[in-house]
């Protein structure tokens, strides 16, 4: 499991040109079965991703497609952590095969 730490590094007026391609992109994966769930920071200077992926290399690999990486609007820290408890309504998520996601 990954949290994809979001930090922009541009103002919200560029933040803004690139929303609804960033939320596309969020969208894709999502439907893809890799991200559960994601949001924007309070303040508003970044977001977070929860998702799912083989490895860090398969998370540096999506982040690419992100328009906000693509366009240097922010910048991505990578966390990776071992689920050991959860509540019963991720079960089904978790307990899906991370090689079965699209």
Partial sequence: M????????KPLDKVEKF??????FLNQYYTKGHFIASGRKNPRTGGIILMRAKNKE???????HDPFYQN????????????????????????NPVDKIR
């Fill in 2 to 9: 990954f949290i994809v730490n979001l930090t922009y590094i």
């Fill in 19 to 24: 929303l609804e391609k960033h939320i596309d």
């Fill in 58 to 64: 398969a998370v540096q690999e999506i982040i690419t």
């Fill in 72 to 95: 240097e609007i922010a910048q991505y820290e990578i966390i990776e952590f071992e689920v050991s408890k959860y509540c019963p309504e991720l079960k089904t998520v978790l307990n």
